[in-house]
């Protein structure tokens, strides 16, 4: 038994787990207590809709954290530019105030500046790319996941439709 609340809880990670899950209930829903289920076009119909606002929810799930690498990824450029130009001003400033040029009152500044632009870009790149490896594996789940919704919907369509019917309209 232990073995199975194990395979339990580890599906019901999934998401089209949950999307199955919220059929299936839906399903048993309407058998009542009698345990026999017939649908016609109008409760399949609303057996998609269950699945379908699961789905969106799973959706939504997926997307949530996705803001924080936009944001990392414009904004690490942008502060990395505002650095490189604080970075440079600064220098630039104390060598007007003394009069001197000297590399040696130049080169921290600007060392800083470009530490700056490289924390920056080094911040926002790998954001970029997990954001678009993410971005990827989500369009991908969400494919599957509405390709299983039309599949199930198909498929008790056929099993449990009323006899007589012609079943699900979609």
């Known amino acids: 038994m232990e073995g199975r609340e194990r395979e339990r809880k580890r599906l019901a990670r999934s998401s089209i787990y949950r999307i199955f899950h919220a059929g299936s209930q839906e399903i048993h829903r309407r058998a009542g207590g009698t345990g026999t289920v ?8 609303v057996v998609r809709a269950m699945m379908d606002a699961t789905l969106v929810r799973e959706n939504q799930k997926l997307g949530r954290n996705m803001v924080l690498l936009t944001i990392s990824i414009s904004g690490g450029q942008f502060l990395g530019l505002l650095g490189t130009v604080v970075g440079v001003m600064i220098p630039f400033a104390a060598i007007a105030a003394s009069g001197d040029v ?63 019917h012609a079943g699900a309209g979609h």
């Open 38 to 45: 017939e649908l016609d076009s109008q409760g399949v119909d």
């Open 102 to 164: 000297n590399i040696n009152a130049i080169a921290p500044g600007i060392s800083a500046a470009l530490l700056a632009t490289v924390t920056g870009l080094a911040v926002a790149i790998p954001a970029l790319f997990g954001y678009n490896y993410l971005l990827t594996r989500s369009k991908n789940i969400t494919a599957n996941m509405v390709v299983f919704v039309d599949e199930f919907v198909a498929r008790i369509s056929e099993i449990y439709r009323v006899p007589g």
